[in-house]
């Protein structure tokens, strides 16, 4: 079965960069990406393509070439499933915050939503491909969903988990560790469906790469993934404590320990705390499922990720506070950095909003400066929290376009976010324009500390 018709449901970090690359290097497939939020549906097809609602380096050259060719961004979600053989499903599936499982389970009503709207308006045969993170056995409900119209409409479902990281999304994309499809392997039907996803990516993808397995093995894996990796940043992070105490540096043990092929250098670089929309919302539904099958004791291991986590986050700004001699209350404290890593403008569960909140609790007055972020996205990260009125942020925090800027007459500046600009700072003219003595806290251990000291800031660096 070859694919002429691709409609993706959702044009947000993953279903834009994915279909964008899907698009790029097939050519002949015509690939439609929709939403429901007319605003970003409005900013991908803006004339001038720096204006994309995603940064993504390399992103906007490739939506360039393939946008009005055989790439479009639409808000008719209908017209678009009707059309397609292929449907992604790439929709939000965050922390429920309500209701059962509040807290940990994913929410699944925006994909049921999705199953729901597939089913009414389908009138051919559809593969429907999970994009979406989902908990295990979602496969089961979706095609619940789908088969419940009795139309005579078939449908094979398939798991196929993206693992791109943001800020390095095309690179991702264009050159994976593996794609994975997972789809009912049992029936010829199954296997037809998971071969018209392989050569999709066979385009570019060399096939030892494409792995496939059946669809719980599939939803699973990437949520393990993900719990793996945040696994490694909370490590070496809970001994970026040991060694603050100790006399050794994180990126020394790091460095050695990393040396291990076993262990592998990557993933290793201690930190004000990992954020982002995975990390924690995959963890905690990877542990709230544990917990549905009783499994205690797996729960509890993977809920120390997050715990560590916390702490992490809560212990910098605690550090800042008691190293300015216990109060920071009407200091001027500079963030340089508000994104979750560099290189993107995406702020989801960003350390910089943990830290911030605890500042402002000691009523600290904040300048931030992000090269990427806007300021209403900063100030609406801090009235999600709900800690104080949306004046309060607005009279505590403010937004400046400039790092300098930010710095002046500063009592500390903090580093949040690891953006290469904040390495070539002109430190000495930082340093002179701020309060004396001048506190400068490292969150990203990006900053060389001898030649802070020697500048003359008292320098702190996370595991140094
Ligand atoms: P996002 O919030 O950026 O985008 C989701 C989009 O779906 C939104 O624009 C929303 O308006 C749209 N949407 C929701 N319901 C809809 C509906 N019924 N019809 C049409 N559009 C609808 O989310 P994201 O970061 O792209 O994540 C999407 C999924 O991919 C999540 O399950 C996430 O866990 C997973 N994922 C994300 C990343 C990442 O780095 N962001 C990486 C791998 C996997
Ligand atoms: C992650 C996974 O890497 C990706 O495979 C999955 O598809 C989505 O979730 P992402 O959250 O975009 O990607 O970025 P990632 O590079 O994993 O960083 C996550 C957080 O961990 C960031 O805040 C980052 O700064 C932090 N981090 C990462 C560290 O603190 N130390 C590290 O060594 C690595």
């Given at each position: 079965m070859k694919i002429k018709n691709i409609c993706c449901i959702g044009a947000g970090y993953v279903g834009g960069p994915t279909m964008a690359v899907i698009a790029q290097k097939c050519p002949k497939v015509k690939v439609t990406v929709v939403d429901i939020n007319e605003k970003r549906i409005k900013q991908w097809n803006d004339e001038n393509v720096e204006n994309i609602p995603i940064y993504e380096p390399g992103l906007s050259e490739i939506v360039k070439e393939a946008r009005g060719r055989n790439l479009f961004f639409s808000t008719e979600v209908d017209k678009a499933i009707d059309e397609a053989d292929m449907i992604f499903i790439s929709v939000n599936t965050p922390t429920k915050t309500y209701g059962i499982g509040k807290g940990m389970a994913a929410d699944l009503k925006w994909i049921e939503l999705c199953a729901r709207q597939i089913a009414e308006v389908s009138k051919s045969d559809k593969i429907v491909v999970e994009k979406s993170t989902l908990p295990v056995r979602t496969a089961a409900a979706l095609k619940e969903i789908l088969d419940s119209t009795g139309n005579g409409v078939k449908y094979q479902i398939l798991s196929n988990p993206e693992f791109l990281a943001e800020g390095t999304a095309v690179d991702d994309l264009k050159n994976p560790d593996r794609v994975l499809i997972g789809g009912d392997i049992e029936t010829e039907e199954g296997k037809e469906a998971m071969d018209a996803l392989v050569n999709i990516y066979a385009s570019w993808v060399p096939r030892e790469k494409i792995l496939t397995t059946n669809v719980w093995s599939s939803e699973l894996s990437k949520l393990t993934a993900n719990a793996f990796l945040a696994q490694r940043v909370s490590s070496i992070n809970a001994i970026s404590e040991l060694c603050e105490k100790t006399g050794a540096d994180v990126n020394e043990v790091a460095k050695a320990v990393g040396m291990d092929t076993r262990v592998?250098?990557?993933?290793?670089n201690a930190s004000v705390g990992f954020g982002g929309s995975c990390f924690q919302k995959d963890i905690l539904n990877l542990v709230y499922i544990a917990r549905s099958f009783n499994l205690k004791e797996v729960a509890d291991y993977w809920e120390q990720v997050i715990i560590m986590n916390d702490h992490q986050k809560r212990r910098f700004a605690a550090n800042m506070v008691r190293t300015m001699y216990n109060t920071v209350s009407g200091k001027k404290i500079a963030m340089l950095g508000w994104a979750f890593k560099k290189d993107t403008n995406d702020t989801r569960e960003s350390a910089s909003i943990y830290v911030a909140d605890y500042l402002l609790n000691e009523q600290a007055e904040i300048i931030v400066y992000d090269p990427k972020v806007t300021e209403e996205q900063i100030y609406s990260d801090l009235d999600y929290l709900g800690s104080r009125s949306g004046d309060a942020n607005r009279q505590a925090v403010t937004v400046v376009n400039d790092p300098m800027e930010a710095c002046e007459g500063a009592h500390a500046v903090a580093v949040l976010t690891e953006w290469d600009e904040f390495k070539d700072l002109d430190w000495k003219m930082v340093y002179d324009q701020m309060l004396k003595p001048a506190f400068l806290f490292d969150g990203r251990r990006l900053l060389e500390p001898s030649t802070k000291r020697e500048i003359g800031f008292e320098f702190y660096a996370i595991g140094n």
């Amino acid at each position: 079965m070859k694919i002429k018709n691709i409609c993706c449901i959702g044009a947000g970090y993953v279903g834009g960069p994915t279909m964008a690359v899907i698009a790029q290097k097939c050519p002949k497939v015509k690939v439609t990406v929709v939403d429901i939020n007319e605003k970003r549906i409005k900013q991908w097809n803006d004339e001038n393509v720096e204006n994309i609602p995603i940064y993504e380096p390399g992103l906007s050259e490739i939506v360039k070439e393939a946008r009005g060719r055989n790439l479009f961004f639409s808000t008719e979600v209908d017209k678009a499933i009707d059309e397609a053989d292929m449907i992604f499903i790439s929709v939000n599936t965050p922390t429920k915050t309500y209701g059962i499982g509040k807290g940990m389970a994913a929410d699944l009503k925006w994909i049921e939503l999705c199953a729901r709207q597939i089913a009414e308006v389908s009138k051919s045969d559809k593969i429907v491909v999970e994009k979406s993170t989902l908990p295990v056995r979602t496969a089961a409900a979706l095609k619940e969903i789908l088969d419940s119209t009795g139309n005579g409409v078939k449908y094979q479902i398939l798991s196929n988990p993206e693992f791109l990281a943001e800020g390095t999304a095309v690179d991702d994309l264009k050159n994976p560790d593996r794609v994975l499809i997972g789809g009912d392997i049992e029936t010829e039907e199954g296997k037809e469906a998971m071969d018209a996803l392989v050569n999709i990516y066979a385009s570019w993808v060399p096939r030892e790469k494409i792995l496939t397995t059946n669809v719980w093995s599939s939803e699973l894996s990437k949520l393990t993934a993900n719990a793996f990796l945040a696994q490694r940043v909370s490590s070496i992070n809970a001994i970026s404590e040991l060694c603050e105490k100790t006399g050794a540096d994180v990126n020394e043990v790091a460095k050695a320990v990393g040396m291990d092929t076993r262990v592998g250098p990557k993933f290793l670089n201690a930190s004000v705390g990992f954020g982002g929309s995975c990390f924690q919302k995959d963890i905690l539904n990877l542990v709230y499922i544990a917990r549905s099958f009783n499994l205690k004791e797996v729960a509890d291991y993977w809920e120390q990720v997050i715990i560590m986590n916390d702490h992490q986050k809560r212990r910098f700004a605690a550090n800042m506070v008691r190293t300015m001699y216990n109060t920071v209350s009407g200091k001027k404290i500079a963030m340089l950095g508000w994104a979750f890593k560099k290189d993107t403008n995406d702020t989801r569960e960003s350390a910089s909003i943990y830290v911030a909140d605890y500042l402002l609790n000691e009523q600290a007055e904040i300048i931030v400066y992000d090269p990427k972020v806007t300021e209403e996205q900063i100030y609406s990260d801090l009235d999600y929290l709900g800690s104080r009125s949306g004046d309060a942020n607005r009279q505590a925090v403010t937004v400046v376009n400039d790092p300098m800027e930010a710095c002046e007459g500063a009592h500390a500046v903090a580093v949040l976010t690891e953006w290469d600009e904040f390495k070539d700072l002109d430190w000495k003219m930082v340093y002179d324009q701020m309060l004396k003595p001048a506190f400068l806290f490292d969150g990203r251990r990006l900053l060389e500390p001898s030649t802070k000291r020697e500048i003359g800031f008292e320098f702190y660096a996370i595991g140094n």
